[in-house]
């Protein structure tokens, strides 16, 4: 007997629910994500750099409140989205961050393993990221 196939061309591939969000918040988003790159190119920098020491404080300011920023996009669209891979990549990329700034792993690696982490969630197709994982 033939599988059914969701309207996507996906079999069991279910997404969480989705909201409005306005036009010019996804715009808005997009530089929202080109500071908070910024931030964490620096933040990631001074990790792997030697010789730099502790991130500048406005970076530190600035990586955080745009991804604070971002997630509440992201939320926006994705009402479910702690519920979805891109929602539990995030919160693994701030356990690792917070276990790296307390002491409890290797600063440089637990630092360096988030952001590619998170770059691995960030590119994966739409129906992979926002999937339900439970």
Request: charged share 15%.
């Amino acid at each position: 007997m033939a599988e059914k196939q969701e309207p996507t061309g996906c079999v069991g591939n279910k997404m969480g629910r989705i909201g409005m969000r306005p036009y010019w918040v996804l715009n808005l988003s997009v530089l929202i994500r080109a500071v908070h790159q910024v931030g964490a190119a620096v933040f990631l920098a001074t990790y792997l750099v030697d010789g730099i020491g502790h991130p500048p404080s406005l970076y530190l300011v600035l990586v955080f409140g745009s991804g604070v920023a971002l997630l509440f996009t992201e939320w926006m669209r994705h009402r479910q989205l702690y519920r979805e891979l891109c929602g539990v990549t995030t919160a693994c990329k701030l356990l690792l961050l917070g276990a790296a700034f307390h002491g409890f792993l290797s600063a440089p690696i637990a630092v360096l393993l988030a952001f590619v982490l998170a770059s691995v969630g960030a590119h994966v197709p739409k129906l992979v990221r926002h999937r339900l994982l439970f």
